[in-house]
């Protein structure tokens, strides 16, 4: 019985299913996603190639006592950080010994130029008493004439001279110069100091003008005009970026040459900019003036190829690494691969000769899409497309690497 009532159910069931009109089938509607256009537009750009590196004295030079004695003097200008002109006198050792020892090498030397004088008058005698002898003067034994006597004289008069020159060159070497404009970067000796040959007194570097040394990639290069030892004459302007006293500074700069070796380890070409009076010496205004000190690590943006001819995709605007959601005339995404040439920290640069199928007035999605599927209807909202500023902050670009 219970299984009979069972069974009822179940056939009842499936005729109730049997009788249900089917559920009606709701229209798909093809609905529009919206998103923020823009519309591409081929126009020349200014590329540039970035580096990095530190500030260097194009000379540096370590003082080191040539003479031994007491220092007397010290210049005001002898402390770390102090500037001296070309030639100013930094220390002063004491000079009496070596003033000594000048004045008694010139007397020498008087001395042996009167000896001299001696023997060339002897010699001259002694010509004339063998010509009263009647025989050729080819015979006359070199003792009879006095040579000998006549060279060595010479030679002495040789050698005090050059004892004059080296007393000479001691007692100069009492006064610490240095033959260019510089800044003293440590001292290591003071007033009354004993200092004696080879004593490290200090160092200097020049002031001048400042190098930085910055490396180069391959491609790097490839986005650069030439750089050749024939092109000197047409330095390639150079702007440095670093901090300063804790706020963010700026300075001009030109490449004035290439090391001409690749580095072993990196791979790169080293080249170096130059900067003119990185101390603001020269500048009229020192209170605004603007100082690169030297071992400042920047960051150089280096004038590269003028391109013609290509669009600038907002860097925002790429998918998937490689490519860019493009709109169709039905209003349709269409997916594009591209090949960014060059990229900067606004836009992907793209070449109309690689990246064929984009022409002028091309619309470009730049808002985000969560998950971009071929075909799909979107409903254009079109936005100002930024400008291509040749000389804008382009200069915080870099070769596209893919990455």
Request: no cysteine.
């Amino acid at each position: 019985m219970p299984v009979a009532i069972i069974g009822a159910a179940v056939v009842i069931s499936i005729a109730m299913n049997l009788l249900k009109p089917p559920p009606l089938k709701a229209e798909s509607p093809d609905t529009a996603l919206v998103v923020k256009t823009q519309l591409l537009q081929a126009a020349d750009a200014n590329l540039s190639v970035q580096s990095q590196g530190t500030v260097l004295p194009r000379t540096r030079t370590l003082l080191t006592s040539e003479v031994s004695g007491t220092v007397l003097q010290v210049s005001p200008q002898f402390v770390v950080g102090g500037t001296f002109k070309a030639g100013d006198l930094l220390l002063q050792i004491d000079p009496t010994d070596y003033k000594v020892a000048l004045q008694r090498a010139k007397a020498n030397l008087i001395s042996m130029n009167a000896q001299l004088t001696f023997e060339r008058a002897r010699a001259t005698q002694a010509e004339k008493e063998w010509a009263m002898t009647g025989r050729p003067a080819e015979e006359a034994p070199l003792l009879a004439l006095r040579k000998p006597y006549l060279e060595e004289a010479r030679a002495n008069v040789l050698q005090a001279e050059a004892e004059v020159t080296q007393a000479q060159l001691k007692l100069e070497r009492t006064a610490i110069r240095v033959p260019y404009t510089g800044m003293v970067s440590t001292k290591a000796v003071d007033i009354g100091q004993y200092v004696s040959v080879g004593t490290n007194l200090g160092e200097t570097f020049a002031i001048d003008f400042a190098e930085v040394r910055l490396p180069l990639t391959k491609r790097d290069l490839s986005m650069m005009n030439s750089f050749s030892q024939a092109d000197r004459e047409h330095h390639l302007q150079v702007t440095l970026l670093g901090s300063a006293h804790g706020t963010e500074k700026r300075w001009d700069a030109r490449l004035v040459r290439s090391e001409g070796v690749i580095d072993k380890v990196n791979r790169s070409l080293y080249v170096v900019a130059q900067v003119d009076d990185p101390y603001a010496r020269n500048s009229g205004d020192r209170t605004n003036a603007n100082p690169l000190l030297m071992g400042t690590f920047v960051t150089a943006i280096i004038d590269g190829k003028s391109i013609a001819n290509v669009f600038a995709v907002p860097r925002h605007a790429l998918l998937e690494g490689s490519k860019i959601a493009l709109v169709d005339d039905d209003q349709r995404l269409r997916l594009k691969s591209i090949e960014p040439i060059y990229a900067d920290k606004q836009f992907y640069y793209l070449s109309r000769d690689i990246d064929e199928g984009i022409d002028d007035g091309a619309e470009i999605i730049v808002s985000t899409i969560g998950v971009p599927i071929e075909g799909m209807k979107v409903a254009p909202e079109r936005t100002k497309l930024a400008a291509i500023v040749p000389d804008a902050p382009i200069a915080q670009g870099a070769l596209f690497d893919g990455e």
